[in-house]
């Protein structure tokens, strides 16, 4: 595998009105209790206005730690961006069908704060008439994207489950995490990452991917949508048709993926494929475009030939499709926000996420079927399937969490010993020559932690270096963090170097580093000092590629808490390295040569 190319070879009454709905997963082989199940959301359906059932596709942000009664900054927030103070009002207001949390809008203070929130949210919207309770979702992929920090059990991110290797653990994830976010009311996450990560330069996915291999990739999303499913939370493979070659990130920008049609089936296609076959609830499309796939000059969302033609079609998928945010650059560079949503909807998507301008989308996709762009037929299979999943998550049988519950399941000790074992099987060690590792409290008892401290993801601990130092001093060492940045000056280089004269050895932590990154002079002006160095890439293993002459180097794909603790018990050889390169990295000087191959990963003798 030389390079990238060779890659590509309603209460009560609503209760009633329900037949008890499928477990989730159920095909039910008693079709007569589907068809049942079906007439009465048919019948649902049926009895909503049109501004109801266009406010069913919409899943919107809205500022606030509670529904009813947010911070006034979050108040004036959503005035400004919504028109509304509140999520009650704007659920009265829109009758949206879904919210999503996210952290910058205040709506993830703490778990018992999140249910608390979650059952405002339900109870604001069964008090309307006909109303129907909400899917609240949210970004909890883990690793380096979490909507949701501690207390929360925080798992390693998939590109470290990758180098784990396990399908067992990847089912463990899901049904562990899902566990805790039914807990807090959130029936649906915007997780797995389906996408193949096959360039190293992906601004984007990266490690958010589990990793370059299709085969892999598809055992491992399909594991984990296995696990939320059985925890009765909605999984959400993305981005179809697939974001993991690419230089560019859709939030940004409009990336372009030049895979042919061969190419896509071989590499693309394969993870989504097995995550339809898992009983998937969701899949998100990404705002990518693919000319070979629909040469329209169209992004995917916005793809009929792509959405109709290859998810439901050609890979026979009727599940729920959801739009990636349509905030982002990649979906806004061809039509305005006023045309994105009734697009979408056209080309066969049915939950129309965060639109930047709610008002705008709303009106829009109502006129569009008042002036008969859209029918309203069209219309009802996005709300049908949307009230499908509800059905089968229970939310129409019981859209309420106990606030009771939350602390008996979020963040448990037996949840988090379980995620720390998981990410003991991740560490991978790229490179030990001499050996350097493991290091030894007696002969390098005073340890010197520098390095990048990239900002700490959702509720960790951070910075990195601090967690590491933290870590070791309590396996043993006397630790000092001195953090350096990821670009760091002249004079903190300095600094740092001074300091490794009164350390046994130095821990550096690096973090996505290029060929003119101030790191590389970093780690070596502290290779001149003789300490022995030991390098760990806290995000992207590609690292090693750049420092050449460093002599240990480990890769623990994120900088959350429980990747990096499981990175200094493999420094201290209190735990053997298990992981295995799920990527491949390639040379610096020449990226058609491959350094380390899907797989490499060393182990100390006897472990």
């Known amino acids: 595998m030389p390079s990238r190319r060779t890659v590509l070879a309603a209460g009560a009454g609503l209760t009633t009105a329900l037949a008890p709905a499928l477990p989730l997963g159920g095909t039910a082989h008693a079709g007569t209790a589907h068809a049942g199940a079906d007439r009465r959301l048919r019948a649902l359906v049926s009895r909503m206005s049109l501004e109801e059932k266009v406010g069913q596709v919409f899943v919107t942000r809205v500022y606030g730690h509670s529904a009813t009664d947010p911070d006034p900054a979050d108040a004036d927030a959503n005035l400004a961006e919504l028109g509304v103070r509140t999520a009650a009002e704007l659920i009265a207001r829109y009758r949206v069908g879904g919210v999503i949390y996210f952290t910058w809008a205040h709506n993830t203070r703490d778990p018992l704060q999140i249910a608390d929130l979650s059952n405002g949210v339900q109870r604001a919207s069964l008090a309307l008439p006909r109303g129907l309770p909400v899917l609240v979702s949210t970004d909890q992929e883990h690793g380096i994207v979490a909507r949701v920090g501690r207390p929360a059990t925080l798992f390693p991110g998939a590109m470290a489950i990758g180098a784990g290797g396990s399908r067992s653990d990847a089912r463990t994830l899901g049904r562990v995490a899902g566990a805790e976010l039914r807990a807090m009311g959130v029936r649906q996450d915007y997780s797995p990452v389906a996408d193949v990560n096959v360039d190293p330069a992906n601004p984007v996915i990266g490690v958010r991917s589990?990793?370059?291999?299709?085969?892999?990739?598809?055992?491992?999303?399909?594991?984990?949508?296995?696990?939320?499913?059985?925890?009765?939370?909605?999984?959400?493979?993305k981005?179809?048709?697939?974001?993991?070659?690419?230089?560019?990130?859709?939030?940004?920008?409009?990336?372009?993926?030049?895979?042919?049609?061969?190419?896509?089936?071989?590499?693309?296609?394969?993870?989504?494929?097995?995550?339809?076959?898992?009983?998937?609830?969701?899949?998100?499309?990404?705002?990518i475009l693919v000319p070979a796939l629909d040469d329209s000059g169209d992004p995917a969302t916005l793809s009929r030939p792509v959405v109709t033609g290859l998810l439901r079609e050609h890979l026979g998928y009727d599940g729920v499709v959801v739009t990636d945010a349509l905030d982002m650059a990649g979906?806004?560079?061809?039509?305005?926000?006023?045309?994105?949503?009734?697009?979408?909807?056209?080309?066969?998507?049915?939950?129309?996420?965060?639109?930047?301008?709610?008002?705008?989308?709303?009106?829009?996709?109502?006129?569009?079927?008042?002036?008969?762009?859209?029918?309203?037929?069209?219309?009802?299979?996005?709300?049908?399937?949307?009230?499908?999943?509800?059905?089968?998550?229970?939310?129409?049988?019981?859209?309420?969490?106990?606030?009771?519950?939350?602390?008996?399941?979020?963040?448990?000790?037996?949840?988090?010993?379980?995620?720390?074992?998981?990410?003991?099987r991740t560490t991978t060690l790229l490179v030990n020559e001499g050996p350097v590792l493991p290091l030894s409290p007696r002969a390098h008892r005073r340890l010197l932690v520098v390095g990048a401290d990239p900002a700490s993801p959702s509720g960790t601990t951070g910075p990195p270096?601090?967690?590491?130092?933290?870590?070791?001093?309590?396996?043993?060492?006397?630790?000092?963090?001195?953090?350096?940045?990821?670009?760091?000056?002249?004079?903190?280089?300095?600094?740092?170097?001074?300091?490794?004269?009164?350390?046994?050895?130095?821990?550096?932590?690096?973090?996505?580093?290029?060929?003119?990154?101030?790191?590389?002079?970093?780690?070596?002006?502290?290779?001149?000092?003789?300490?022995?160095?030991?390098?760990?890439?806290?995000?992207?293993?590609?690292?090693?590629?750049?420092?050449?002459?460093?002599?240990?180097?480990?890769?623990?794909?994120?900088?959350?808490?429980?990747?990096?603790?499981?990175a200094a018990r493999v420094i201290a050889g209190a735990a053997g390295p298990r992981g295995r390169l799920p990527v491949p990295v390639q040379r610096a000087d020449d990226p058609t040569r491959v350094l380390y191959p899907i797989g490499h990963g060393l182990t100390y003798r006897g472990r």
């Open 465 to 566: 270096t601090g967690v590491l130092a933290a870590a070791l001093t309590g396996l043993g060492f006397t630790a000092t963090a001195l953090p350096t940045g990821t670009a760091p000056s002249a004079e903190t280089i300095a600094r740092a170097v001074t300091a490794a004269g009164d350390a046994d050895a130095v821990v550096v932590a690096t973090y996505n580093v290029t060929a003119t990154s101030p790191q590389r002079t970093l780690v070596g002006q502290l290779l001149a000092t003789g300490r022995p160095v030991v390098a760990v890439a806290v995000r992207n293993p590609y690292d090693v590629a750049q420092l050449p002459s460093v002599k240990a180097y480990v890769a623990s794909y994120s900088w959350t808490d429980v990747e990096l603790r499981a």
């Open 239 to 287: 981005h179809f048709p697939g974001h993991g070659d690419t230089a560019v990130d859709s939030h940004y920008g409009f990336p372009v993926i030049t895979h042919t049609r061969q190419e896509w089936e071989a590499l693309d296609a394969v993870p989504f494929r097995a995550a339809i076959a898992a009983g998937v609830d969701a899949i998100m499309t990404a705002h």
């Open 331 to 424: 979906v806004r560079t061809k039509y305005g926000d006023d045309r994105v949503p009734v697009l979408a909807l056209r080309a066969g998507v049915d939950q129309l996420l965060n639109p930047p301008k709610l008002d705008v989308a709303w009106n829009a996709v109502l006129r569009a079927v008042r002036d008969g762009e859209l029918t309203e037929a069209r219309l009802e299979e996005s709300v049908l399937r949307i009230l499908r999943l509800k059905d089968r998550l229970g939310l129409l049988a019981d859209p309420y969490v106990s606030l009771d519950q939350v602390g008996r399941t979020v963040g448990t000790k037996a949840h988090l010993a379980v995620a720390g074992r998981i990410a003991g």
């Open 210 to 237: 589990f990793g370059a291999d299709p085969e892999a990739v598809a055992e491992l999303a399909a594991a984990e949508i296995r696990g939320y499913r059985a925890a009765g939370v909605a999984a959400t493979a």
